[in-house]
């Protein structure tokens, strides 16, 4: 029998430092490879730590609550001389992978993506608009944070299978319902809903019902855009996202404490020292155009009955980051970083996703988004949202971004004064699509309009780059048809 002692491992990023958060094991417990025996706080992420042995663990060298440096021993185990106590005969720790891989969309998506301000149950805002959020802005609040797994070089059948852990009450979503009765040759080809539209009463499904129910959403004061002037999911998603901003699911009680202090560290310290270092070394210049968002809304519509985008979860922020990448070919400046020798234009799109979670803001990017086609991206941008939501994004995922969107309008806010990703030079700022008076051909209509708020880099970002990249994605959301050049 020997004593082996694991050590801290540097998980990715050159991180010097973690913290302990809980132990998964205790002294006594028999482990294998590849079971986790801790789960740490990076300046990044939450990571699992796989064993690289298999023995009895003897001692907890590092209680929970501690930060150590990297390379400190935290927990003895005691392993039989006579079998190979550890996979591979490195000193290295295993490699860092995503968690996320066992992991499954959440049916919950719908209800949640319109309480994202309330934090019990915002964790699938992303999935159910297609879209995260923003910095300091919105996106999963209920998540359990960027969680990545170390594991080991065990085989595949040693690996440990986790459930995908889901927090609040079973809620419905439309995917649940029964499916419809076979329709007559003759028939509708819409559904039928179950209501007439005589007075008082709306046009709209049982599974939007429920939706709108639980949402405490009143289906009278929903704009219908369903074919037959019925009420869609994302009918009753957009009025709930609005009336959310302004109206707490549930108002707490004052706390009986006047007063809580919460240490600045892990992702929180490296946040304030990211949004102090850009605001105060990047000189920061905002523009705001306002724009006809009709068009969009009406290829969003198209592309979610296609069959080729059958499955896939279609927004308008699919439409954005193709606006981005578009606006960027042709604006290259934009997609650059400063250092005081040099000014890096990238020629390749990372494009960055701000996500606001309970730990603090991530910004997962789409790595070589420039070489996707629109189904492509709209799968990556899904992949990210559910990674993001399910708290599984890891540190590579969040590294080397070259340009980021920040999505307020899932708050119902029309624009904002984004402060830019550290290294980068842009960020755009998707505020709420809404119908506004718009006048067209000489009359006022009622169309769907957004705000659409940048900031650059004023050293490397001159004012006419900035207005031409602004107004090149503006011309796309107003019509998207330019991306078929």
Do not use: C
């Not at 491992?9 to 986790?36: H, S, Y």
């Not at 023995?55 to 392993?79: C, F, M, R, W």
């Amino acid at each position: 029998m020997s004593v082996s002692k694991f050590t801290l491992p540097d998980v990715g990023e050159g991180l010097t430092e973690a913290e302990i958060v809980q132990w998964k094991v205790a002294p006594g417990d028999t482990v294998t490879i590849n079971q986790v025996l801790v789960e740490i706080e990076t300046a990044k992420s939450l990571v699992e730590l796989p064993s690289p042995f298999v023995g009895v663990v003897g001692e907890i060298l590092i209680p929970e609550g501690t930060t150590v440096d990297v390379g400190t021993p935290i927990i003895t185990i005691t392993t039989d001389a006579a079998a190979p106590a550890r996979i591979g005969t490195e000193a290295t720790p295993p490699d860092a992978r995503p968690a996320g891989a066992h992991g499954s969309a959440d049916t919950a998506a719908d209800i949640s993506a319109v309480t994202a301000v309330t934090a019990d149950v915002a964790a699938a805002t992303a999935d159910a608009k297609g879209t995260i959020s923003v910095d300091g802005s919105a996106i999963p609040a209920a998540m359990d944070g960027a969680r990545a797994m170390l594991v080991g070089r065990g085989s595949a059948s040693t690996m440990p299978t986790r459930r995908r852990r889901h927090s609040g009450p079973p809620v419905a979503h439309e995917s649940m319902s029964p499916p419809p009765a076979r329709q007559a040759p003759n028939a509708h080809p819409f559904p039928v809903p179950v209501l007439a539209a005589s007075a008082g009463q709306v046009l709209a499904k049982p599974p939007i019902r429920k939706l709108a129910k639980d949402l405490g959403v009143d289906l009278g004061i929903v704009t219908p855009t369903g074919p037959i002037g019925d009420v869609t999911r994302d009918d009753v998603l957009r009025e709930a996202t609005q009336v959310s901003v302004f109206r707490n699911i549930q108002t707490p009680e004052w706390p009986e404490v006047r007063e809580e202090r919460i240490p600045v560290k892990g992702v929180r310290k490296v946040i304030a020292q990211a949004m102090v270092s850009s605001a105060f070394t990047a000189p920061h210049v905002s523009l705001f155009v306002d724009v006809d968002a009709t068009r969009t809304m009406e290829f969003v519509k198209r592309l979610k009955t296609s069959t080729d985008f059958a499955g896939v979860k279609v927004s308008p922020l699919l439409i954005m980051a193709k606006a981005m990448i578009w606006a960027v070919r042709r604006n290259p400046t934009v997609n650059s970083t400063f250092t005081d020798e040099e000014i890096i234009v990238r020629h390749y799109v990372n494009l960055g996703i701000a996500a606001a979670t309970p730990r603090g803001l991530i910004v997962p990017n789409i790595k070589e988004a420039q070489d996707m086609s629109l189904l492509e991206l709209a799968r990556a941008l899904e992949t990210l949202t559910i990674t993001a939501r399910d708290g599984k994004t890891s540190p590579a995922e969040m590294s080397n971004g070259t340009i980021t969107i920040t999505n307020i309008g899932v708050f119902g806010m029309d624009t904002g004064t984004p402060i830019l990703n550290s290294g980068e030079a842009g960020i755009v700022a998707l505020g709420t699509i809404k119908q506004k008076p718009w006048v067209v051909d000489g009359e006022v209509r009622a169309r769907l309009v957004t705000t659409i708020g940048a900031s650059f880099d004023h050293r490397v970002v001159d004012g006419d780059v900035a207005s031409r990249f602004l107004a090149d994605v503006a011309s796309i959301i107003e019509e998207p048809a330019l991306l078929l050049e």
